[in-house]
């Protein structure tokens, strides 16, 4: 997974674990395609700084994620989920009754809510 | 939901950002059913330590909860998971063909793995 992509899923899951300040600097990096010097100067900061502040962030939802591996089972569930909604799709090429067709659409949306 | 219950599937998810300290005496305190004073001659420390410790940890694991909400959103999803699996049942009542019931029998064991 691209860093990028990791760093701000790791901040939607613990995000509320990191100060205010770090969250925003980290969204305003990794989400909102500000440079440093960007992020520095809207902040009134140093670049240093702000590399800084992201950088003890970041480690900080690494450390998270060691520890609790939230992601990791948010992705694996993500796979099962996957895997399920393609059997459900093989059950309903192997019927066409109707009745079972329009409990397997309930069922598939009830496992995409699930996500 | 039982205060020993919570704290206990708290600190099953929580517990590696607690001190090795805290998980022990919360462990021996709502897991093993030990008392305070058990749990004080055992460690060689002060009964109100006991109590302290085990408090500052139970903050803690309620804390993170406050801010992550990841029981609540297992327990919600256990519920689901548990809509779905009557959904299946449902399915299977429909229908005496064979193959779909092979079917969903390994779609109920892939849900139940989601738990």
Same mark, same amino acid.
Do not use: F, H, R
């Given at each position: 997974m691209e860093k990028h992509i990791e760093v701000s899923m790791l901040c939607q899951i613990?995000?509320?674990?990191?100060t205010e300040k770090q969250c925003e600097l980290i969204n305003d990096y990794y $989400? $909102?395609?500000?440079s440093l010097s960007e992020i520095a100067e809207n902040n009134q900061i140093t670049r240093q700084a702000v590399r800084d502040i992201i950088k003890k962030g970041e480690n900080k939802l690494f450390e998270f994620e060691e520890k609790l591996q939230f992601m990791k089972k948010m992705l694996d569930q993500e796979k099962q989920i996957q895997a399920i909604l393609l059997e459900l799709n093989k059950l309903q090429e192997t019927s066409s009754d109707k009745k079972i067709e329009k409990l397997l659409n309930h069922i598939r949306k009830e496992l995409i809510c699930l996500n």
């Open positions: 613990y995000g509320k674990l990191l $989400n $909102n395609d500000l």
